[in-house]
RNA sequence: GGCCCGUUGGUCAAGUGGUUAAGACACCGCCCUUUCACGGCGGUAACACGCGUUCAAAUCGCGUACGGGUCACCA
């Protein structure tokens, strides 16, 4: 019987859930729940200088909003906790000490001054730390310790020889041992460095796929020598891609801040979609068998294999994002869709009862976020200023003197109408149309300039004089009627 | 700079030795139409380069170029 997979999510907490982190944590829960396996939330606070307050409500919000449901963490427990890494602190230490008993880590007492100038001259030496404590007396060591000498636990790297470790996606990687430096382990606070407290968790947590960006991939035979100096099993690697934004000057670098909103929050207040923010991302770095595109977060399990993932890097793209957005939109039930729009709706209208409905039969199709709705409804609650040129169109085969005409046959009728629903609207309408013997167009065209007071409207006359109500539909009409009036004296 | 990785249209990408080199976004055009969208149809546009292997290379190998990543008591 096969192990059973076993992935983990392992952020720190110092602020916002960037989109690279998510699609990480997404790739890690799809690995996971594609083989019926868990998906583990560790969270590695083991900087402290670093941390953010509130950053974990950042983080449990976000995996609860785009529904990556963890099966064990600091919040749910589970066999393996505890889950937080400032709670391990004392572990880390032991398995530390062990390698120094077996001589196979040491400690090191440079001091920060000592290493910055090894920093400095890395041209002489290679860069790197030099391993002057590597070989340091007992009695020295003994000496040091009895003076209280801060010091760090460092993992002595094998000076010869290479290392080669196999990635799922990437294939096999080798790299020369003496390329590696005496990693930390230990910081002189007692903490753990990040290499050491993931590799004795995802040990200790029985993690099967360790899944990480790209950027990791040079120091994972780090990882692999800390396994070996232990004894353990190494873990499955699972490299991604990394996740690249475009820079002003054309050129591209790992997605980050200065890309725009890149932050899982910063997207959402845009006005993208979780859902839409998951589909995308999933799509970068993947792509399934059959090509599909569009996925809900459970198609993407049922449809998620390891072996789609690709090698080079994604230029993260807005515009495809905001597709994705606008699909989403447009197959949204009715119910749904005015949910989400209302509050963009009571941004204009804070009271009153409007046609919601017929807003949002003409919104729906044409929306591709609803951060938009603001924008483009605005000329509903105020009449713009416009001008009369606007009713001129050829297509339409209106002029300012045929405007007149229709703007005044549209008010008689409209006057008379009793029931000011679409259907009666419509029906006025086109029949008026058909009497005065002129196309659709030529009627219409200049009832929705009048009605709406832009060229550009989402919807068409029907609908604008609908939302509007019987009042302000024939106000808006006879101003019209009067500019153009004033126009032609 | 050393090391590691990558390179198919502007972007995401399929492709695994023989294809007219898919598809999607974006862009352009046409149709639909009551403007704008939606929808439908169509179009522009790509295997970085060189040398090998092979009857045959986008697919395999080597080199070059370019791009990216990484070189912390950060994760």
Request: zero cysteines; proline letters at 10%; glycine letters at 28%.
């Given at each position: 019987m096969r192990e059973k997979v076993r992935t983990r999510f392992a952020p720190s907490p110092t602020g916002m859930m960037h989109v690279g982190n998510l699609r990480t944590a997404l790739f890690e829960y799809l690995i996971a729940k594609s083989a019926g396996g868990d998906f583990i939330l560790r969270i590695e606070d083991t900087d402290r200088e670093r941390y953010v307050e509130g950053a974990l409500d950042i983080i449990y919000r976000t995996l609860d909003m785009v529904g990556?449901?963890?099966?064990?963490?600091?919040?749910?427990?589970?066999?393996?906790?505890?889950?937080?890494q400032s709670e391990r602190k004392d572990l880390y230490r032991k398995y530390a000490e062990q390698l120094v008993s077996e001589g196979k880590a040491y400690r090191c007492f440079c001091t920060k001054e000592r290493l910055e100038s090894l920093h400095e001259s890395k041209e002489e030496n290679g860069g790197g730390y030099d391993r002057h404590c590597r070989n340091l007396s007992a009695e020295e060591v003994g000496r040091l310790l009895a003076a209280g000498t801060p010091y760090v636990i460092r993992q002595k790297m094998p000076i010869e020889g290479s290392t080669t470790f196999d990635d799922v996606v990437y294939g096999p990687i080798t790299i020369e041992n003496r390329e590696l430096e005496d990693q930390i382990l230990l910081k002189s606070d007692g903490y753990p460095t990040y290499n050491f407290a993931n590799v004795i968790d995802d040990h200790l947590m029985k993690i099967t796929h360790v899944v990480r960006?790209?950027?990791?991939l040079s120091s994972t035979p780090k990882y692999n020598l800390l396994y070996e100096a232990f004894g353990w099993d190494v873990p499955t690697y699972v490299h991604l891609p990394l996740i690249m934004g475009k820079n002003a000057d054309g050129s591209v670098s790992k997605l980050s801040k200065r890309h725009g909103s890149t932050g899982f929050h910063d997207l959402i207040e845009e006005g993208y979609l979780s859902r839409a923010i998951v589909n995308y991302i999933a799509l970068l770095g993947w792509c399934p068998k059959d090509n599909r595109e569009l996925f809900t977060l459970e198609e993407l399990v049922e449809n998620f294999s390891i072996d789609g993932i690709s090698k080079s890097p994604a230029v993260f793209d807005y515009d495809k994002l905001l597709w994705f957005n606008g699909e989403i939109i447009r197959a949204m039930p009715r119910e749904e869709f005015l949910e989400n729009a209302m509050p963009y709706f009571r941004q204009l209208f804070p009271q009153g009862d409007y046609s919601w409905d017929v807003l949002a039969g003409v919104l729906q199709p044409r929306v591709t976020k609803f951060s938009d709705i603001p924008g483009m409804i605005g000329f509903l609650k105020e009449l713009p200023d416009y001008p009369v040129d606007d009713y001129i169109n050829k297509k339409s085969k209106t002029n300012l003197e045929n405007s007149v005409a229709m703007l005044k046959s549209a008010i008689a009728k409209l006057e008379e109408l009793g029931d000011w629903t679409m259907e009666p609207i419509h029906d006025t309408l086109m029949g008026l149309a058909q009497e005065l013997g002129v196309k659709n167009g030529t009627l219409l065209w200049p009832v929705r300039i009048a009605a709406a007071g832009t060229k550009v409207t989402p919807g068409g006359a029907i609908e604008i004089l609908c939302f509007l109500g019987k009042e302000e539909a024939l106000r808006r009409l006879n101003v019209g009627l009067e500019k153009l009036n004033k126009e032609s004296v």
């Open positions: 990556l449901k963890h099966d064990e963490g600091p919040d749910l427990g589970g066999g393996y906790g505890p889950y937080v960006g790209s950027e990791y």
